[in-house]
């Protein structure tokens, strides 16, 4: 076996995708400010047209910060932590370097695709799977790329056994897999219609409540396999790494693991409580969500015992202090997600902002935090050179941390009042509000949740003015770090 | 065991998906064969219905309206009698939505009219002075795509069996001939119904615009 000395890591396609998170990053967050401040000041609607209102925008922030930012930050760490945990460098395989490359610039092709035919209303409209058939067509493709190139490292590894990060890896690819192909099952209509209109259109296999079935399945599961699984591999490396701490406990590890993958997929049914699909598959949804606190709180509890000895840390290092709040913020939207899924409770939070109040304080307060953490952890071993700011950092975290608690303090406030108007009647039995009572209401909560995207804008420009200064001008490292990163 | 499946990648894969798959399996197929069935008396969407509903989808109206009202005496006093599954078996894709910034729209064509809607989508703060829904002024110059939605009828014919007549058929000429004798009269009575004089003048030339697609399809919601 060899050493980790003698084995030189290719790290090209890492430095890549961590420069499209940056960017990706930049932009998805721009469009959500912009769309955030829409809410509160309508007049906003109107900067390009047709194409800046915000039913137009909405998706084109989600698509951009899932798609591109997250998967990016993902790419990047599984490109890094893969090859060091499976010890076999992309160098060793002339084929696998050559598909790394075809990965990336397919992924390029779907990003500038999908955002123009966003943009023009070209749209399967159905949440987080907009894309329409041709180019979900070049998703797939590209997918299994990346899938030949994960189990090509495996087939080719050194160290036999493989770690918790690949486990999860290996989930993420298959989960997406498996859900991307049946939720965008679609008919062309020009194939079938003897040539009549345009040739990117198609209809869904599927109809309603069965599309609804079969969208949620995917919809919740998109974040169960793409903010969740694969967040969770870059957490059980970067972790441990940063902080040359063992990870708590390999039974906790194994519990979690296959618990998350049993019982994940049942929850999808919590985003269809009340609605027309069957009355048991909606408890089964609400049962399964309460259950799955027990692996997510296994995973963070895990990390955070991981801490255990030298929490010390967390004053010293802000890289430490990102991923222990990344872990926290991992569990409150872990519990709060089950308390949603309580038929009692979806009743007055569904349809409400309480909702994207939820999802917020996960993608912002777990999965942007671990990506930030990951990609600046990466910085000092791909670029060679020392972080170039720790003050920088600093203050990046503390800003993003009072903008997240901003954000879903507002989010929750907005979504309780309106749930609570919706269904308030007088002493005769009558609707006590009328709809757009309701809305108005709602005016200082979105101005204080626009505030707080704006704050957190501000922190991610820090952090790509620290990565772009780190890449270019950071003080040049003889060696590879071995634990903390050095930052100046 | 673990540590055998972690030595062994392919099994482990294996393990990953039957554990994953599983729930899909139990919890969605056995509702196909139920569910899909229409409730008595639904009328396939026509196909200036069809355009209208792609204005809906371009403009992504579920990114604040839903439609789908829940079992509750708040929600039925609002919008009507709560939805029924079978009610949906001609939409492909679903548009329940997830959020409401705006109301529920299933069953907006009982309380609101044509002429309602033209002033609303052309300016929504002449009828709600709070609303902050933005203008859709586009969509009064903007053509509706006629002929996809045409596609689309002849496409769920075809391969979904939804029971369209014999007006509906592959081909330009079939397609030529349902718009002008079926298509442009349902549009131009939409059009008068709106009460704008330009538009009733576009539906006249053969043209349709967005709008006027879309509001049949709010008409047909009920």
Known sequence: MQSNATLEYDYSIVKLFIWTAVIFGFVGMLIGVLIAAQLAFPDLNYLLGEYGTFSRLRPLHTNVVVYGFTLSGIWASFYYSGQRVLKVSINESGFLKALTKLHFLLYLVIAALMVLSLLMGITANKEYAQMEWPLDVIVVLTWVIFGIIMFGLIGLRREKTLYISMWYYIAFFLGVAMLYLFNNMEVPTKFFSGGLGAWYHSVSMYAGTNDALVQWWWGHNAVAFVFTVPIIAMIYYFLPKESGQAVYSYKLSLLSFWGLMFVYLWAGGHHLVWSTVPDWMQTMGSVFSVVLILPSWGSAINMLLTMKGEWNQLTENPLIKFMVLASTFYMLSTLEGPIQSVKSVNAIAHFTDWIPGHVHDGVLGWVAFMVFAALMHMAPRVFKREIYSKSLLEAQFWIQTIAVVLYFTSMWIAGITQGMMWRAVDEYGNLVYSFIDTVSVLHPYYAIRAFGGLLYLIGVLMFAWNIFKTATAGRRLEQEPRYRSPMA | ?222
């Not at chain 2, 033209?118 to 709070?130: F, G, I, L, T």
């Not at chain 2, 397609?175 to 059009?191: C, G, N, S, T, V």
Request: charged share 25%; glycine share 6%; hydrophobic share 40%.
């Open chain 2, 1 to 222: 065991m673990f540590h055998w499946l972690e030595k062994n990648p392919f099994f482990f894969a294996v393990g990953v998906f039957v554990v994953i798959a599983y729930a899909g399996i139990i919890e969605i197929l056995p509702n196909f064969a139920e569910r899909a069935r229409p409730v008595k008396g639904l009328k396939p969407y026509t196909v200036l219905e069809l355009a209208g509903k792609e204005v809906y989808k371009k403009d992504n109206c579920i990114a604040c309206h839903s439609q789908l009202i829940r079992p509750f005496k708040s929600e039925t006093d609002r919008y009507g009698q709560y939805s029924l599954s079978g009610e949906y078996a001609y939409d492909r894709p679903f548009l329940w939505g997830s959020k409401r910034t705006g109301p529920d729209l299933h069953r907006v064509g009982n309380y609101r009219t044509p002429d309602w809607h033209a002033n609303h989508m052309w300016d929504p703060k002449s009828v709600v002075p709070e609303s902050i829904m933005p203008a859709y002024k586009h969509q009064f110059t903007n053509l509706a795509d006629l002929e996809t939605a045409y596609a689309e009828a002849v496409t769920v014919k075809k391969v979904f069996n939804t029971p369209y007549g014999k007006e509906i058929a592959p081909g330009k000429a079939a397609f030529e001939k349902y718009k002008k004798d079926i298509l442009l009269p349902e549009a131009l009575k939409i059009a008068k119904a709106m009460k704008r004089d330009d538009l009733v003048k576009m539906v006249e030339q053969g043209k349709v615009p967005e709008i006027v697609a879309l509001v049949a399809y709010l008409e047909r919601l009920k």
